[in-house]
């Protein structure tokens, strides 16, 4: 079964930098299109960034200039770089993997369990 795991979440202060991975397996990770979620208690999970099987990149508007996704095919793993974390970012970080289309909405795709984020002011 598809297995996608979440990993390099913490604490950090304003300003700083985090960079979160997701390892996939159970399936074919090259043919997937990946993204990144957040969701903080009581909300909707938010469409964070994506990056499709040629490496085309989608972004949230909250987060464009400050955040980078990327892939790395021969770890079956996706990275979300952040930087300049504000307040605001923290959530918990789900990674989603999708078949045929780029993740941006959360129909239809497969989850991990999520990182926890947490930026202070």
């Known amino acids: 079964q598809v297995q996608l795991v979440e990993s390099g979440g913490g604490l950090v202060q304003a300003g700083a930098s985090l960079r979160l991975s997701c390892v996939a397996s159970?399936?074919?990770?090259?043919?997937?299109?990946m993204g990144w979620f957040r969701q903080v208690p009581g909300k909707e999970r938010d469409f964070v960034a994506a990056i499709s099987r040629s490496s085309s990149t989608r972004y949230g508007d909250s987060v464009k200039d400050r955040f980078t996704i990327s892939r790395d095919n021969a770890k079956n793993t996706v990275y979300l770089a952040m930087n300049s974390l504000r307040p605001e970012d923290t959530a918990v970080y789900f990674c989603?993997?999708?078949?045929?289309?780029?993740?941006?909405?959360?129909?239809?795709?497969?989850w991990g369990q999520g990182t926890q984020v947490t930026v202070s002011s």
């Open positions: 159970g399936l074919t990770f090259e043919n997937y299109n």
């Open positions: 989603a993997a999708r078949r045929y289309t780029i993740p941006t909405t959360r129909d239809g795709n497969y």
